[in-house]
């Protein structure tokens, strides 16, 4: 019998020299075993993907992460991609595909900043390929000249839903996130309900409108730091609750 709750991530597929390699990075990792989460099991990203439901049906929770790369846009409109876009089209065919398994294996689902906007795209949203050149959006870019600890820092208020999942992890009805992001939601998908928007209007964070799937997206990254931010914190520990009543039903 299992300890703890088992939580897949799927990895990204980076070019390291001449050879491919499966990867995520530590702080998603190191988030999920700080706040108590449970044992990070990583998933690869490959073109077929691996058959997704045998190895679902082993896991109690699915963390999507954020990236360099962004979603190809023939997965969400028929234009073209900007010169210097970076893509990953296998974590694209292993992500895009896997939402939907979670959904219908009833397995709890948080996704952060790409892993957000896979979930739009997976539910037949569309994206804005650059927030910061659209008309009444601002610049949510980090300044990457910044150290880690400025670039992650709080840089915007998010107003929250009331009576939603974050406004009672908040306990109030703004709080202050990062912003590290390029893109973002221009349409909502299907059975999606908006959790909190950023002052600009742009929608950052999102749940299934489904009482039977627990599924939280975010745009920002709770991640950083997460034990020293109470909003992050509790972001992961009502992930980790929901994991855990997935670990009891299935033993």
Same mark, same amino acid.
């Given at each position: 019998?299992?300890?703890?709750?088992?939580?897949?991530?799927?990895?990204?597929?980076? *070019?390291?020299?001449?050879?491919?390699?499966?990867?995520?990075?530590?702080?998603?990792?190191?988030?999920?075993?700080?706040?108590?989460? +449970?044992?990070?099991?990583?998933?690869?990203?490959?073109?077929?993907?691996?058959?997704?439901?045998?190895?679902?049906?082993? %896991?109690?929770?699915?963390?999507?992460?954020?990236?360099?790369?962004?979603?190809?846009? =023939?997965?969400?409109?028929?234009?073209?991609?900007?010169?210097?876009?970076?893509?990953?089209?296998?974590?694209?065919?292993?992500?895009?595909?896997?939402?939907?398994?979670?959904?219908?294996?009833?397995?709890?689902?948080?996704?952060?900043?790409?892993?957000?906007?896979?979930?739009?795209?997976?539910?037949?949203?569309?994206?804005?390929?650059?927030?910061?050149?659209?008309? +009444? =959006? =601002? &610049?949510?870019?980090?300044?990457?000249?910044?150290? %880690?600890?400025?670039?992650?820092?709080?840089? =915007?208020?998010?107003?929250?839903?009331?009576?939603?999942?974050?406004?009672?992890?908040?306990?109030?009805?703004?709080?202050?996130?990062?912003?590290?992001?390029?893109? +973002?939601?221009?349409?909502?998908?299907?059975?999606?309900?908006?959790?909190?928007?950023?002052? &600009?209007?742009?929608?950052?964070?999102?749940? %299934?409108?489904?009482?039977?799937?627990?599924?939280?997206?975010?745009?920002?990254?709770?991640?950083?730091?997460?034990?020293?931010?109470?909003?992050?914190? +509790? *972001?992961? @520990?009502?992930?980790? @609750?929901?994991?855990?009543?997935?670990?009891?039903?299935?033993?």
């Amino acid at each position: 019998m299992r300890s703890e709750p088992l939580i897949g991530i799927p990895c990204d597929r980076k *070019i390291i020299g001449p050879h491919p390699f499966q990867a995520v990075g530590e702080k998603y990792v190191r988030a999920l075993v700080d706040a108590g989460v +449970g044992t990070p099991l990583l998933i690869p990203s490959l073109d077929p993907p691996l058959a997704l439901e045998p190895l679902l049906a082993h %896991l109690d929770g699915i963390l999507l992460t954020g990236s360099h790369s962004n979603i190809e846009p =023939h997965h969400y409109s028929d234009e073209p991609s900007y010169e210097g876009n970076f893509h990953d089209p296998q974590r694209d065919a292993t992500t895009l595909s896997l939402i939907h398994v979670a959904v219908r294996m009833r397995i709890p689902l948080l996704a952060v900043c790409r892993g957000f906007q896979e979930v739009n795209v997976a539910f037949g949203g569309t994206l804005l390929q650059k927030v910061h050149e659209t008309v +009444g =959006h =601002h &610049d949510h870019r980090e300044d990457t000249t910044q150290p %880690l600890d400025v670039q992650y820092g709080p840089a =915007h208020a998010l107003k929250l839903r009331p009576g939603g999942v974050l406004a009672q992890i908040a306990g109030s009805g703004t709080v202050m996130v990062n912003s590290l992001h390029g893109q +973002g939601i221009r349409s909502l998908g299907r059975d999606l309900l908006v959790e909190g928007t950023a002052p &600009d209007g742009l929608i950052e964070a999102v749940r %299934l409108d489904n009482p039977d799937t627990w599924l939280l997206a975010v745009q920002w990254h709770p991640e950083w730091r997460v034990a020293e931010n109470p909003f992050y914190l +509790g *972001i992961f @520990q009502h992930f980790a @609750q929901a994991a855990r009543r997935r670990a009891h039903a299935r033993i």
